[in-house]
């Protein structure tokens, strides 16, 4: 079994490069499921309902979330309903949204769960060590994969070789840039870092460059402003053997200079 996951989708040009590249990379690459975050294909921030939908019509299996999950109030009227949608698990309680779930893939049940981090990151998430914990006592999936959604490398490092062993898999995602340093961890957990973003590329993770070259000379906060070109795609390929254990991660890049080749 490949499950692939794509990293952060960010404004419309990151749908429009999802849209153009997804197929092709599944056929490419045999892949039977896909997961995606999705927390900033709206504008770059949030998720509209017609966009999340629009993720499922592409194919994507389950969405995951971070940071900017709650950024469009729009979600606040659908997400009850929004069966593939998966926000943090760390989350503050009050507000609402599944953060683990599982699917059956060809026979087997596949696991997706969302933490956020907590370094440098805002609001008041949970410890997302502590909640890992209370979900993998009643796990009896046969595959379990975590998006971390997280600014440090470090605090990913930490969950990864935490949770080494007990799940197949953490990727993480957040920053909008892929690292090279996909491995499979001494007790078999695939990990990357950072799985990348899916928007534009030439840009400042997703943003004109402009206004942040400004914010940096004249310490003053521009607002930002979502760039459009013909995009990017970034995603990490998972391969599994018939008993469900990881035999392989695989980054995959896609942009203007470095071309897709079947």
């Given at each position: 079994m490949n499950i692939l996951m794509v990293g952060d989708i960010f404004g419309k040009t990151g749908r429009e490069a999802l849209s153009r590249w997804l197929p092709q990379v599944r056929r490419a690459y045999d892949v039977d499921m896909v997961i995606a975050n999705g927390e900033n294909v709206t504008h770059g921030k949030g998720l509209f309902k017609r966009h999340y939908d629009e993720l499922l019509f592409e194919g994507v299996s389950l969405v995951t979330m971070g940071n900017h999950t709650y950024a469009k109030k729009e979600i606040f009227d659908y997400i009850d309903e929004a069966d593939r949608l998966i926000v943090p698990a760390n989350k503050p309680r009050a507000l609402p949204g599944v953060g683990s779930r599982a699917i059956e893939i060809k026979g087997r049940k596949v696991r997706v769960t969302n933490l956020l981090g907590l370094?440098?990151?805002?609001?008041?998430?949970?410890?997302?060590?502590?909640?890992?914990?209370?979900?993998?006592?009643?796990?009896?999936?046969?595959?379990?994969?975590?998006?971390?959604?997280?600014?440090?490398?470090?605090?990913?490092?930490?969950?990864g070789y935490y949770l080494d062993g007990r799940v197949s898999a953490v990727l993480g995602t957040h920053t909008h840039v892929p690292t090279n340093d996909c491995r499979l961890l001494p007790k078999g957990t695939a990990f990357q870092s950072d799985v990348g973003m899916t928007g534009p590329f030439d840009?400042?993770?997703?943003?004109?460059?402009?206004?942040?070259?400004?914010?940096?000379?004249?310490?003053?906060?521009?607002?930002?402003?979502?760039?459009?070109?013909?995009?990017?795609?970034?995603?990490?390929?998972?391969?599994?053997?018939?008993?469900?254990?990881?035999?392989?991660?695989?980054?995959?890049?896609?942009?203007?200079?470095?071309p897709f080749k079947m």
């Open positions: 370094t440098f990151m805002s609001g008041t998430p949970q410890n997302p060590f502590e909640t890992i914990d209370d979900i993998l006592k009643d796990d009896d999936s046969d595959i379990h994969i975590v998006d971390f959604h997280a600014e440090a490398t470090s605090e990913k490092a930490a969950m840009s400042a993770i997703g943003c004109d460059v402009g206004p942040i070259i400004e914010r940096a000379l004249k310490g003053i906060m521009t607002p930002f402003k979502v760039a459009e070109d013909e995009g990017q795609f970034c995603a990490t390929l998972l391969r599994f053997d018939d008993a469900s254990n990881v035999t392989g991660i695989e980054s995959i890049t896609i942009n203007p200079q470095r």
